[in-house]
Each structure stands twice: as C-alpha cells, then as structure tokens.
C-alpha cells in the first residue's frame, strides 16, 4: 500500500478541536480588549494633532505612496493641492479607477462598513458629510469600543515644534492615552539636536563630552516626567552597529541606558528603517532594508538588567529576532510594524512568534496615524490571529491538552498587552 495516498488512518481518528470551542476562540480573539502599545494618535487635549475623519483616511501616508504608482502628476502640484482635494484625488486613483485590493485600501472599506457607510453606494460627499457631524468625544468613545480598545500608547517627540507647546503649558490628561519619549533625532543626529536641546536650556556642546552627556540625561528625565512615559523609542537605519565608536552608541551607553536603568524604562527599538529613499514622497518617502540584529543582541546581552522592547521592519529579520528573544528574558517582541502589518507577514510572524515564544510576546499594535484605523487594523489582525490560535489549540488539543475558558481568557489577557504590562514592571 503506498503510504502517502489520503490522510493516515491516525489523522482520521485524531479528534478535532469541538466547533464550539473553536467557536468561543474566535469569539474572545475578536472582543478581547487591548492594549494598543504603539500608536501616532494624541490625547484630544493635543488638538488638531489628533487627526481623524475620511480626508485624513485617505491623505495616510500609505495610501498616498499606493496611489503615487498610478498618478501622473509632478510630486510637488500633489503637495500643494488642499488637504480635501489630495484626498479626492487619492479616493479616484484607488477606490474608483481601480478595486481596493491593498491592505491600506481594503483597511478604509473595513473602517467605513464598521461605521456603519457603504463607500461604494454612499462616496465620498456622503462619507463626507458623516463624518462632519461626528464629535470627536464620542467619536473616540465609538472606535475605542469598535475595536475593544482600552488604551492608547502614543509617540511623543520633544523635538516636534507643533507637539512640545502642548506638554510645556501642561494640561489636563485623558487616562486612555499614554505616552512614550521618541528620540530619533536625538541619536540619529547628534550635531542638530544639540542645537534644539541648547534652545531648549540644556547646557549641551556638539561633542559629546561627559557634560553633554549628563545634560542629556537631565533632558530625558525631564521629558519622562513630563509625559508620564512608559518607554523611551528609537527606530534605527539597517547599518546601526554596536559596539560602536559613533555617536549613536556613545549616547545609547552615556544618557540613554542609564536614564532607562534609572527610571525603570524599557528602551524601545525598531531597525530596518532606511530614511528617505524617495523624499519626494515626504512622509511615505521611507524603506526597509534587513538590519544586522548582532548590534541589538550586543547591546540587549551586555545590559541583563535593562529592558528592551525589539519590532523589526524587514520579513527576514523576524525569525532571528525570535531566537534572540528565547536567549534573552529582558527582551520584549511585539507588533507587525508598517510594512509587515499585511496578512501574509502577520501570518507568518504571529505563527512563528506563538511556536518559539509561547504567548511571551504582544502579537500587534496598530500603528494608526488616523483615530479611524484604529478599527481596522485591530480587526484584519485579529481575524488572523483568531486563525492562528484555533490552529494551535488544535494542535494541542489533538495530543491530549484541552483548554478551558480560564485558560483561554488568560492567554488572551496576556497577548493583548497584559505581557508588556507585566515587562513594564519586571526587574530583571
Ligand atoms: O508606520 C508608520 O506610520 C511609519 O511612518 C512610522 O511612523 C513608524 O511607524 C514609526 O513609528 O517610525
Ligand atoms: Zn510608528
């Protein structure tokens, strides 16, 4: 008999996940609430920095680089179009000349259904004019509950000239954001944030002597306490190295690391940006390139009792990182960042990620640069990881291993932020 025709007989009598576990696993991955531990939305105090509605739906920076491949006008008459007319323009090269098919694209249908329009009967003036009537308190309140969100994490940089006014004069916070210290300039152009943190009254000189250096420090610690932060973030070129006699590393070793060690802070990484290969594309002008994670495992092996938060941008990154990941305790997985927030990586990461981690990890966060994504990017990832997680229960189940409802709603709990809450306190 030749052995490989049909399924075994062992595989036949393997007994399947019951339907109505697999049901209720489905059911819990789409409803449980999470912590949203990566965002570029603000607190409404923040004003006009918070941005939602369709027009800035459709301006999202990766709408614009889709839409840049079929349109034919110079980058700059795109730039100095209005707001509502670049939206226009964006809605006829993608939803009408041609079917939304991309994740960005089907993301706004996602988003438009949930909210209760239909893009393709209503268009864009209709879509419009609900959107006009919506306040925002309440608006937040209904995406917040759309996609079982229960806190925001936002990105906050000192060094944005339209943010830092708002955290200088002070203000009443809103509990569902959080804040996290951003300092990609700082690290990743010493000569130009040494000006800004002079006008800023930080007794700092272009070289980075020990003076420089504790003023940085008193830099971080000020802005920490400011925003309440939860973690300092960077996000570094493909070529970041360390050891190293750069810059980079001489203020990583001589501000970054020790103020974290100090404050209790993990230190947020994310490698494989390469910065502007198009810069006529503005803000979606970046790439990706695969970073040399031996600089991160250096760096996160030779501080044991610091804590480092790692998402990488590039697809091939993602299987040593998880091996780093096993090697190290004080390092935290999370996210599908940007362009692996589409099915095909999530898949495979979340898959990957579940098999070498167990649920140490925090599968997603969304990202959002617009309120109203919020809703779709939590419910395209949660519908995949709804399939991961049957599959794998499946497995478990098939030899010997039932989970129950408790167990369930604890992996859950820990998947969808209770393990970077519990990284957030952890003293290694
Ligand atoms: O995903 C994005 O919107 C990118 O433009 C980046 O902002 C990225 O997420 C980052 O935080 O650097
Ligand atoms: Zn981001």
Known sequence: MPACSGPSEAAVN????????????????????????HTHLYDPALESLLLWGIDEQLTYHYLVAEAFRSIELPYEKYWALKKSEQAELVWRTLFEQRSPLSEATRGVITTLHA????????GLPKIRRW????????????????????????TNSPFDP?????????FQRDPLFTAALRIDPLLIDWQGASKTLTEQGYAVNPTLDQKSLSE??????????KLNA?????????????????????????????????????????????????????????GVGRADLSAY???????????FLVTALARENQHELCVMARKFRNLHVFGCWWFTNIPTAINDMTRMRLELLGPSFTPQHSDARVLDQVIYKWRHSRQILGDVLVEKYSDLFRVGWAVTDADLERDLRQLFGGSFETFLLANF
């Open 14 to 37: 393997e007994p399947a996940l019951p339907k109505e576990l697999e049901r209720k696993i489905r059911e819990r991955v789409a409803t449980t609430p999470t912590y949203d531990i």
């Open 115 to 122: 909210l209760g329009l239909d893009p393709k009967k209503d």
């Open 131 to 154: 959107f006009s009537e919506q306040k925002l308190g309440a608006f937040v309140t209904r995406v917040m509950e759309l996609a079982h969100v229960h806190t925001f994490c936002m």
């Open 162 to 170: 339209e943010e830092r006014p708002f955290w200088e004069k002070s």
């Open 216 to 225: 940085v420090r008193r830099f971080l610690a000020d802005w920490s306490k």
């Open 230 to 286: 939860k973690y300092v973030m960077v996000s570094l070129e493909p070529d970041f190295a360390y050891p190293a006699k750069s810059d980079i590393a001489t203020l990583i070793d001589g501000a970054v690391l020790p103020h974290c060690l100090e404050h209790g802070l993990p230190f947020a990484l994310m490698p494989g940006v390469v910065r502007q290969v198009n810069p006529a594309l503005r803000l979606a002008g970046d």
């Open 297 to 307: 495992q250096n760096l996160i092996a030779a501080h044991p009792h610091h804590k």
